[in-house]
């Protein structure tokens, strides 16, 4: 079935590919097929081919916060990093691509002499990715400047989604909860003082290059914030800085990080995951919520 989409795309097509490839983790089993269309147009298409077809979508964006499963992916993968990544600056209002990476995005908004992005400093994924999950951090979150989304459904209907509609909330929009894919978001900034929103930058990547293990393969964050605690303490308290299964390890740097420290498949994190919740919640009666994304299948017997 799905050679069969084979010419009929345009953009870039491949079968068997790696996940490894593309995600920050450096691991997962082979998607079937992989795609990453040139724009709009051929997403929206792939996504009504595949529903036509009957063959299931997983859309990625910079691979970030994501672990995918050693047996890979079934069905279509659509990569949206590496596409529709273009900015256009009106006034006080970015309108971008959400395959377009935060870092890019924070760039041209202090060169326009816009402020209110400073907060996505460090975080390594895409606008479309950070919509979905309501990314940020203690200095914000993407609620805070979006005030539109055009989206697709998973058929390829197109729609806008504002205000009250994107339901944002901690690591969560309507985006995620209704599995649309993000094509375009309207952010509103404030003007600012480059000089000012610069510093705020070299400052926000220092902290993060002393407190995180960013020399390491990891997906970030890898846990939710319990309501009043912070899983990295968490963690640390329960004796488990640079406990390890395979090449799968709890950053000595910070706990709240699994990092990849050679060749880790993703059942090495997996069951290090459930290590960590297991022993965070014999401690504190808390059972840590996973933030990163955990997709794709197991690794059958024999393979």
């Known amino acids: 079935m799905l050679d069969k989409l084979n010419g009929r795309l345009g953009g870039t097509l491949s079968f068997g590919e790696p996940m490894s490839r593309h995600t920050s983790f450096r691991i997962g089993g082979p998607a079937d097929a992989f795609f990453i269309p040139r724009d709009a147009h051929e997403l929206k298409r792939a996504l009504q081919m595949a529903q036509e077809m009957g063959i299931s979508v997983t859309v990625i964006g910079n691979g970030s916060n994501l672990l995918v499963r050693d047996g890979g992916i079934r069905g279509l993968v ?13 006034g006080n209002i970015l309108r971008a691509g959400a395959g377009v990476l935060l870092s890019t995005l924070v760039h041209v908004a202090v060169e326009a002499g816009l402020t209110g992005l400073e907060f996505t400093t460090g975080i390594p994924g895409t606008l479309g990715g950070a919509l979905s999950m309501n990314a940020g951090t203690f200095d914000g979150e993407m609620k805070d400047v979006t005030s539109q989304v055009r989206v697709l459904t998973m058929m390829g ?15 969560h929009s309507a985006l995620k909860d ?29 902290l993060r290059r002393e407190r995180q293990p960013i020399a390491l ?6 846990f939710k914030r319990p309501p009043g605690r912070f899983a990295g303490q968490m963690i640390e308290q329960a004796g488990l800085k ?8 709890v950053s000595a740097l910070h706990a709240g990080f699994i990092v990849n420290v050679g060749n880790a498949a993703a059942r090495d994190v997996l069951d290090l995951i459930f290590h960590v919740q297991s022993k965070v919640c014999e401690q504190s009666g808390i059972w840590l919520e996973p933030e990163v994304r955990i ?3 197991d690794k059958r017997e024999g393979e």
């Open 78 to 90: 659509i990569k949206l990093s590496g596409t529709l990544d273009y900015v256009h600056v009106l």
């Open 178 to 206: 209704k599995n649309l894919v993000a094509v375009e978001a309207t952010l509103a900034l404030a003007p600012g003082d480059k000089e000012a929103s610069l510093a705020r930058i070299a400052e926000l990547h220092r």
């Open 157 to 171: 209907e197109e729609i806008e989604l504002k205000g009250e509609e994107l339901d944002f909330g901690y690591r």
């Open 295 to 297: 997709i794709g299948e």
């Open 242 to 249: 640079g406990y390890r299964i395979g090449d799968a390890e």
């Open 217 to 222: 393969p990891s997906a970030g964050s890898v």
